[in-house]
């Protein structure tokens, strides 16, 4: 007796349908009594049309980022840390959690320090966006990049970015006198930073390589404290 023929691998069942459309037929049915959808009237593939992922909706914008501008159509669900990395090859900043723990992917927006992992691109049309990349100017490295390196602050390098551009954010605010949760007198918020004050004011920045006491000294030398 012949043998059975093995089926083509993407072969087309019967009936035009594609593999692909078979499986969507099958999800969707699948999932009608659950989404408690009645049986559309166009059959199979009408239902087919059930789909848990909506299709992306693509936006125009233009941002600003270290002086540039740069017109993109993305996705309007893109993060900015994704529209960052991806869309403007700017790699600077680093995707460690994406959930706003780690704070490696820190940038400025208008001189304030963020995460960019949880905010959407869209959100910073007009803002101007400042990442690790741009705070040298030519080859001028920026004084906190400076200090990382004089201090050692940093081993793998991975949550640098994000450390440099948060403590330069961090100062900034220290110096309009915004109080933190270890600030003791409210009234003189401006003062000098306590290495306490450095460590609270930079919680939200994880190293793994723990590279905490050269970071703080790093800070520290820029901030003009004594040790
Ligand atoms: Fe954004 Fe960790 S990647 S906080
Ligand atoms: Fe490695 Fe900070 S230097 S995570």
């Not at 009237?41 to 789909?51: H, N, R």
């Not at 299709?55 to 994704?82: A, E, F, K």
């Not at 080859?139 to 906190?144: I, S, V």
């Not at 330069?168 to 000098?192: C, F, I, R, W, Y």
């Amino acid at each position: 007796m012949m043998p059975t023929p093995a089926p083509l691998k993407n072969a087309e069942p019967p009936g035009g349908l594609s593999r692909r459309a078979m499986v969507q037929v099958s999800s969707a049915i699948a999932a009608a009594p659950l989404v408690g959808c009645a049986a559309p009237s166009g059959g199979l593939l009408g239902m087919a049309e059930v789909s848990s992922e909506p299709n992306p909706v693509m936006m125009r914008m233009n941002l600003q980022v270290n002086g540039q501008s740069y017109p993109l159509t993305i996705d309007g669900r893109t993060s900015l840390l994704d529209a960052l990395r991806e869309n403007m090859n700017l790699k600077g900043s680093k995707k460690g959690c994406d959930h706003g723990q780690c704070g490696a992917c820190t940038v400025l927006v208008d001189g304030k320090r963020i995460n960019s992992c949880l905010t959407l691109a869209v959100m910073h049309e007009g803002q101007a966006i400042t990442t690790i990349e741009g705070l040298s100017s030519g080859e001028a490295l920026h004084p906190m990049q400076i200090a990382f390196i004089k201090h050692d602050g940093f081993q793998c390098g991975y949550c640098t970015p994000g450390q440099i551009c948060s403590s330069v954010g961090m100062l900034a605010e220290a110096k309009a006198g915004m109080p933190s949760h270890v600030t003791q007198d409210l009234q003189g918020a401006s003062g000098a930073l306590s290495d306490e004050e450095i460590r609270e004011r930079m919680s939200g920045n994880i190293c793994r390589c723990s590279a905490y006491p050269n970071i703080v000294a790093a800070i520290r030398d820029v901030a003009g404290a004594p040790a």
